[in-house]
């Protein structure tokens, strides 16, 4: 039976469509974290516990960055973290393998599932938008995976050294249970990959009128500020992570106001050609 024409169909009809999508994204997300649990023990080695480890690719260029300038005294060139990772319930490595699967089906099925968020909000578009699906979802699809690196390689290992190598008193030995570790990580790949999505968030927020490039110019001070406190909250509350990471923050919201002007210019055009 093909599929009813979206013009006629009824509200009911509209739900169960959505629900058709959201079992397929159910399922893809399922079948990747499948695939991911059969290999968890590579997951955790090389990816999990690396920036764990002091030869992890950011900490070699931290301290090479810091001797360049003159500051030996670093924790980034230390030997290893004083601390170690430990599992205090005995559901504890299990329900961290379950979780990070999850956490791991979900990225690799990432371009699926906005593959099925798209086709669900497709038809409600005229034919011309929807010639540009194929370049939506690889865009969104980058970003997403741009921001999930950044907050791997830059703003994990970050939180871990400062977190890892605080300490209040020498009489306190740092050991963190597998779980707190695990957020560390999952929380900072993960916010920065939906933070990288605003792109493509004001390219529709431009589209439906919400959003102009005098607004984001007028409010950029404003901006500024919930970058910084953005930035404070995914990284460690110390002054130079929280600039690493709003730097490219700040350029995405630039690149955001360009992608207004191009949609608003585009739409005052077909305004023009249909009063003409």
């Known amino acids: 039976m093909g599929k009813k024409n979206t013009d006629e169909m009824s509200f009911l009809d509209h739900i169960e469509d959505l629900r058709w999508h959201l079992i397929r994204i159910t399922l893809s997300i399922l079948i990747c974290a499948t695939v991911a649990f059969i290999f968890s023990g590579f997951i955790?080695?090389?990816?999990?516990?690396?920036?764990?480890?002091?030869?992890?690719?950011?900490?070699?260029?931290?301290?090479?960055?810091?001797?360049?300038?003159?500051?030996?005294?670093?924790?980034?060139?230390?030997?290893?973290?004083?601390?170690?990772?430990?599992?205090?319930?005995?559901?504890?490595?299990f329900s961290a393998d379950i979780w990070t699967s999850i956490f791991a089906g979900f990225i690799l099925a990432f371009p699926y599932v906005i593959y099925q968020l798209w086709s669900f909000i497709s038809p409600g578009l005229r034919s011309n938008e929807r010639k540009y699906s194929k370049g939506f979802i690889f865009m969104t699809s980058f970003l997403f995976f741009l921001g999930v690196l950044f907050g791997y390689y830059i703003v994990t290992p970050l939180s871990i050294n400062f977190l890892g190598n605080y300490s209040v008193s020498s009489e306190i030995s740092n050991e963190f249970d597998?779980?707190?570790?695990?957020?560390?990580?999952?929380?900072?790949?993960?916010?920065?990959?939906?933070?990288?999505?605003?792109?493509?968030?004001?390219?529709?927020?431009?589209?439906?009128?919400?959003?102009?490039?005098?607004?984001?110019?007028?409010?950029?001070?404003?901006?500024?500020?919930?970058?910084?406190?953005?930035?404070?909250?995914?990284?460690?509350?110390?002054?130079?992570?929280?600039?690493?990471?709003?730097?490219?923050?700040?350029?995405?919201?630039?690149?955001?106001?360009?992608?207004?002007?191009?949609?608003?210019?585009?739409?005052?055009?077909?305004?023009?050609?249909?009063?003409?």
């Open 44 to 93: 955790f080695e090389h990816i999990i516990f690396a920036p764990k480890r002091m030869d992890f690719p950011t900490y070699k260029w931290l301290c090479q960055a810091s001797q360049f300038i003159g500051v030996n005294d670093t924790t980034f060139c230390a030997a290893e973290f004083p601390f170690k990772v430990q599992s205090r319930t005995m559901a504890g490595q």
């Open 178 to 276: 597998i779980s707190s570790y695990i957020s560390i990580i999952r929380s900072s790949s993960l916010a920065s990959g939906l933070v990288f999505e605003l792109p493509i968030i004001i390219y529709f927020l431009t589209k439906v009128g919400l959003v102009t490039p005098k607004i984001m110019k007028k409010y950029r001070k404003f901006a500024l500020v919930i970058v910084l406190v953005l930035s404070a909250i995914i990284t460690p509350p110390d002054l130079a992570s929280q600039i690493i990471v709003a730097i490219p923050i700040l350029v995405l919201y630039q690149v955001s106001i360009y992608i207004s002007k191009v949609v608003l210019r585009n739409l005052n055009k077909k305004k023009k050609k249909k009063t003409v």
